[in-house]
C-alpha cells in the first residue's frame, strides 16, 4: 500500500494516501459492492491490482453509498428549484464523481465540477483523462479541451481541474483559480456543494478554517446564497483504537494534525457552526451502515464476502465520519433546510441490542 517510509517526505506520504483511496475503490468495484466504469482508468495496472479484505470493502461501500446520496440530493434539489449547480472538491486525488455525474441522470443540473490537489496529482489525472478515451469522451468536444497550468490543469466547458496547494492562504490559490474578477469560474449565485472527502485531516485546523472561511467569504454577499459541505474523515484518535491508527500511520511519515480537535462524533459539526453555518450534522460510518442505507443494499452486499468479525468492522466504522454543512440566507432556507442523510431502516434487533450501553 505504501512504499518505505524512509524514502518518503511528509507531502509525497500524504500523496500516496490517493493511491489506498483509489485502490480501495477499485477493490469495492470489482467486488461489486460498488459500480464505477471510470475508477480502472485511474489506477495504473488495475487488472492486476488484489482486492481488499472485505472490511475495507464494506468501509468504501458505506462511506461511498451515503456521500452520493447527500451529493445526487445536492443535484436534484437543485433541479426541482429551475437552478444548476457547482461542485468543488478539494483533494480530489483519482476520484470519479464527475464522470458518474455526467453521465447520469442529472447530469444537466451541474453548471461546473471542479477538483483541486496538489500538482504530482493533479499532472497524473490530467494525463489519464487523455489516454482513456472512456474519460476524456466526457468531457465533451476535443475542441473545447484545453491542458493549462504546464500540464497539471486541465479545462473543458463544465470539469476544471486545479493544482494547489490547500494549506496555502486561500486568497492566493483559490482567490487566483476560481475567483478572479477578469472572469470568475465560480458562480456565488449558484448552489455549490465543496466535497473533502479525507483531505482536511493531513492540514492544521487553522488551514482548514481558512479554506472554508473563503468560501463563506465569498458566497454570503449573494442575498441567495447557498453552501454545502461535506467532510469525511477519521476522528476519535484520542482513544486507544484511535492511537493505534495514529501510529501506524505516522510509521508511514503521514500526521494527522487535523483530526486533533475532535475527540467524539458531536464535536465534528463545530467546523462548521463556528464558522458561520447554517446547520452542521455528523454521523458515523457504524451509524450510517446500520440505519441509512437501505436495507436491500445491506442484504444484497451481505451476500458478497464473508465477514466473522462484526465487532471489528464496528469499531473501524466507529472512527469515521461523515460531517454535513449548509450555509444559507434566510431567502432560500426553507427550500434547502431538509438536505442531509435520513434513516432508511431501523436497525436489526439484534445489532440495536448489541448498541445499548
Ligand atoms: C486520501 S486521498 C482522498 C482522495 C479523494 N478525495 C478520494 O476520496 O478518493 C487525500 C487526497 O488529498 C490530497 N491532499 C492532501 N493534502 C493536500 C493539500 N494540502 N493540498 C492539496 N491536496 C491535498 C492528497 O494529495 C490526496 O489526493
Not at 476560481?178 to 472527502?197: I, N, V, W
Request: glycine residues 6%.
Amino acid at each position: 500500500m505504501f512504499p518505505p517510509a524512509h524514502s518518503q517526505d511528509a507531502d509525497s506520504s500524504i500523496r500516496l494516501t490517493d493511491t489506498d483511496a483509489s485502490l480501495a475503490r477499485l477493490s469495492a468495484v470489482q467486488k461489486r459492492y460498488l459500480e464505477d466504469p471510470y475508477i480502472k482508468h485511474l489506477v495504473p495496472r488495475s487488472h492486476l491490482q488484489p482486492p481488499r479484505p472485505p472490511l475495507i470493502n464494506i468501509g468504501t461501500f458505506v462511506r461511498a453509498t451515503a456521500i452520493d446520496d447527500l451529493v445526487f440530493q445536492w443535484l436534484q434539489r437543485s433541479t426541482d428549484l429551475g437552478t444548476r449547480c457547482q461542485i468543488v472538491s478539494l483533494g480530489a486525488g483519482s476520484d470519479t464523481r464527475f464522470w458518474r455525474i455526467a453521465t447520469g441522470a442529472h447530469k444537466v443540473a451541474l453548471a461546473a465540477y471542479v477538483e483541486l490537489d496538489f500538482p504530482e496529482i493533479t499532472s497524473k489525472k490530467a494525463m489519464a483523462i487523455r489516454k482513456s478515451r472512456d474519460l476524456s469522451a466526457v468531457l465533451g468536444n476535443p475542441a473545447d479541451v484545453t491542458v493549462a497550468h504546464g500540464g497539471t490543469g486541465l479545462h473543458s466547458p463544465t470539469y476544471h481541474l486545479f493544482p494547489a496547494d490547500l494549506r496555502l492562504p486561500p486568497a492566493d490559490t483559490l482567490g487566483t483559480l476560481l475567483a478572479s474578477p477578469s472572469g470568475a469560474l465560480l458562480s456565488p449565485a449558484l448552489p455549490t456543494l465543496l466535497l473533502f472527502e479525507c483531505v482536511l485531516v493531513y492540514m492544521t485546523p487553522t488551514a482548514s478554517s481558512a479554506l472554508l472561511q473563503w468560501f463563506v467569504d465569498y458566497f454570503s454577499p449573494e442575498g441567495s446564497a447557498v453552501l454545502g459541505s461535506i467532510v469525511y474523515e477519521m476522528f476519535r484518535l484520542q482513544d486507544s483504537f484511535g492511537r493505534v491508527m495514529v501510529e501506524n500511520l505516522r510509521a508511514r511519515h503521514v500526521s494527522l494534525p487535523g483530526a486533533a480537535p475532535y475527540p467524539d462524533v458531536h464535536s465534528l459539526p463545530g467546523r462548521f457552526l463556528a464558522l458561520g453555518f447554517t446547520a452542521a450534522r455528523a454521523l458515523t460510518l457504524k451509524e450510517i451502515r446500520k440505519s441509512y442505507i437501505p436495507r436491500t443494499e445491506l442484504e444484497r452486499i451481505s451476500q458478497l464476502e464473508l465477514i466473522d468479525e462484526i465487532e471489528e468492522l464496528d469499531l473501524v466504522l466507529d472512527h469515521y465520519a461523515i460531517t454535513w454543512g449548509l450555509f444559507v440566507s434566510p431567502a432560500v432556507a426553507v427550500a434547502w433546510g431538509e438536505w442531509g442523510l435520513r434513516v432508511k431502516a431501523a436497525p436489526p434487533v439484534d445489532e440495536d441490542e448489541e448498541d445499548e450501553e
